[in-house]
């Protein structure tokens, strides 16, 4: 069998160019370019820069861990790097496509791993109209924020807002709201993968909004559009024993 042919990446810690290195000098890796699997040293946070940095190359990531949490990562261990990237169980992710419109009536548009989220952007709190799939669910939701995550991303801040762990294979997306005031009973919906789901913001110039997909914000939004990009299959690799399905059903039951 042909050893796949490693590139190294790794965030800007001490800790994780010093793993990077040790491994660099253990393993033979090729440039970027030329990878078949990517592996990358850090965090969750980097690894979601990762996945966009390489998301048009179609090339399966193995995280290893040298963050806070590590949720998409996998240990580090003495254990031989070739053979656990060739052992190792294949995620794969589709992203949440945001189109955007401002209120000086430009279009953005961005790719979210993890989650849209709108925020208001000051003390007062914000109002949101909720479509999906060309029928209006809330007239008005006054909240500080509302969001919609993928199930890779449920366990972030959709966990954080009180929204729902999703299973990998569930084929669902989570409908979270942040604060809500009213409706006070809402605690949000889980959608089909395929929805369509439009925000629009009601009284922007005194209410404003921003719109968050990732590491990517957009202040001062008029209308929020997202759907899953099925055209987009992030690949991430993950030891048998720590994958990522059985990650997010341990989450649920965590104390």
């Known amino acids: 069998m042909t050893h796949p042919k490693i590139a190294f990446v790794a965030t800007h810690t001490a800790q994780a160019k010093a793993a990077r290195a040790a491994l660099q000098s253990r393993y033979k890796h090729v440039p970027l370019t030329k990878a078949d699997v990517i ?50 169980e294949s ?28 925020l208001r952007e000051t003390y007062q709190a914000a109002k949101i109209r909720i479509t999906v799939d060309t029928v209006v669910r809330l007239d008005e939701l006054i909240c500080d924020g509302v969001l919609i995550s993928t199930p890779a991303g449920s366990t972030a801040y959709n966990l954080s807002a009180h929204g729902p762990i999703l299973p990998m294979s569930a084929e669902v997306l989570a409908l979270t709201p942040i604060s809500a005031f009213r409706p006070r009973r809402w605690r949000g919906a889980i959608l089909p993968r395929g929805a369509k789901v439009r925000f629009d913001i009601l009284e922007g110039k005194k209410r404003p909004v921003s719109a968050v997909a990732d590491h990517t914000e957009v202040r001062d939004v008029v209308s929020v ?7 987009k299959n992030l690949q991430l690799l993950f030891d048998p024993e720590h994958d990522l399905e059985e990650r997010i059903l341990n989450e649920q039951f965590a104390p």
Do not use: C, W, Y
């Open 39 to 88: 592996v990358a040293i850090g965090g969750d946070g980097f690894m979601l820069e990762t996945l966009h940095r390489f998301m048009n190359r179609d090339v399966p990531i193995f995280g290893l861990n040298q963050g806070s949490v590590g949720f998409l990562m996998n240990e580090i261990n003495d254990g031989d790097l070739i053979d656990r990237v060739a052992a190792a």
């Open 91 to 118: 995620v794969t992710l589709h992203p949440l496509r945001m189109t955007v419109k401002t209120a000086g009536g430009k279009t953005r548009r961005a790719i979210a791993v993890n989650e849209v989220s709108l």
């Open 225 to 231: 559009n997202v759907k899953e990009d099925t055209g």
